[in-house]
């Protein structure tokens, strides 16, 4: 990192305390940063030597900001904010139910000059997204702010990335793109392993990438984060779209699926009755390309993204346990994934990675196919990295290099070469296996839920986790049958 660029971060970070006092938090802070560098940005690309165009009305640019101070800044930004979101495109997406968070008039425009005095168009874009990526992740550790869920660790991403292994001139989608994680590590995995020409640089900016993300403001977030890192443009078409993807199949198909949906098993919507009191209603989609009609959402994230796929398609996608053992629609959904797609790995992900409390999840990697009488999935390959694994958000963060063995087991080159690290006696620790469909197929409910490492804290004292982390542990866990209970409270009290 240059000294300037380190200043730049400094200065961003630095005046990003200086609000928290005020009582501004991270993602308000944030969604504050997006609107002005957005339109510094588009400022710099309607001068020399760009002299563009853009879509945004001259009596609410950055230059009508930066001649104002006091009282009239305050209400003009206001004012800004709100017609700007009226726009079409990004620049309306941006802008989208936007407010003013920043009351001290004197604070805004200290922010404002903070930013009018770098020229950001210029600055590298691994620069610019550093300085956002950063402050996506700080506003996700910040648990009042409910960010996290949107936030998939990036270790995690990287891997499912390097697994997956992207090509040029293929499209990528994501139907709960949160903050545009998996974009942005497949768009750099593109770039640092192929010498591309123009037009595959043109299909990388602008035709790569389909998202969709319901919540306004991680929607903003996401396409400001594209933006900075050289995807799309201030007036391209938008790559990620407002939409609920589960309602429909949009007729699009995609080379790649990567996405971690949300966590929390039901879809509901929320409406008001008759009482003008608001009620929660359980969502089920009817779709004829669903094999089971289920409100659970994870299942149903399931079954749009193998639709979303070509027939030589590939998607890696982050479930949490119940999608590999529930009953009912669950055993419906295995077995015809099973028998659809080639559901070749299956990686078993340890509690503490998530900023969500408690998760226990899995990443599940297939490979659709075209209709076919014998069930496509012939094996199964399964990496326990969760039995005696323990990481915690702050002292022991999941990394990349925690995943290169997985990544070194699953073969990206020629995943039909692969040698087990499991022999029974001979190496009861391995923990990378493959059981045949066949042996799946005769569980219980199809169960892929299995587990043949021994839990070493269960035997022996010494292999116990620091003090510390079993604390950290017992927090969390605490934290997620707080968040169980209240979630079964809003359901009982919705039902009254």
Known sequence: MSNQTSTIVSKVWSFCNTLRDDGVGYGDYLEQLTYLLFLKMADEYSKPPYNRKL??????????????????????????????????????????????????????YKLIDMINLESWVVMGADVKGDIYEGLL????????????????????????????????????????????GFFLAAYDHIVKNNQLDKAQNQFLKFKTFFGN????STRRLALMNLFLHNIGDIDSENPVSPADAL????????????????????????FTNEEGEQEKEELTYNRQDFWATTSNKQLNFVQHIRTMLKTTGKAAVVVPDNVLFEGGAGETVRKKLLETTDLHTILRLPTGIFYSQG???????????????????????????RTNVHHTQKKNPMRLEDLKDF??????????????????????????????????????KTSLDI??????SLTDLDSLPDPDVLAEDIIENLEAGLESFRAIMVEINGKK
């Open 55 to 108: 879509p945004v009305p001259k009596e609410y640019n950055w230059e009508s900001l930066v001649s104002r101070r006091g009282a009239e800044l305050e209400l003009h930004y206001s004012n800004l904010l709100r017609e700007l979101g009226k726009q079409k495109g990004i620049l309306g997406q941006i802008f989208t139910k936007s407010q003013n968070k920043i009351q001290d008039p004197a604070k805004l």
């Open 407 to 444: 990544i070194e087991c699953y073969n990206p080159k020629n995943r039909h070469k692969r040698k087990a690290t499991f022999d029974g006696d001979k190496n009861p620790d391995g923990r990378w296996r493959k059981y045949t469909y066949d042996e799946i197929v005769s569980r219980d």
């Open 247 to 270: 309602v429909a199949d949009s007729g699009q198909r995609f080379d790649y699926v990567l996405a971690n949906p949300p966590f929390g098993k039901k879809s509901s919507m929320t």
């Open 213 to 216: 993300e319901i919540v306004a």
């Open 359 to 385: 998760v226990k999840a899995n990443v599940i990697f297939f490979d659709a196919k075209p209709a076919s009488k014998e069930p496509w999935t012939k094996e199964i390959w399964y990496y326990d990295y």
């Open 137 to 180: 992740e700080k506003n996700a550790e910040d648990t009042k702010s409910g960010a996290g869920q949107y936030f998939t660790p990036r270790a995690l991403i990287k891997a499912m990335v390097e697994c997956i292994r992207p090509e040029p001139m293929k499209t990528i989608a994501d139907p709960a793109c949160g903050t545009g």
């Open 451 to 456: 587990t043949w490492l021994k839990d070493k």
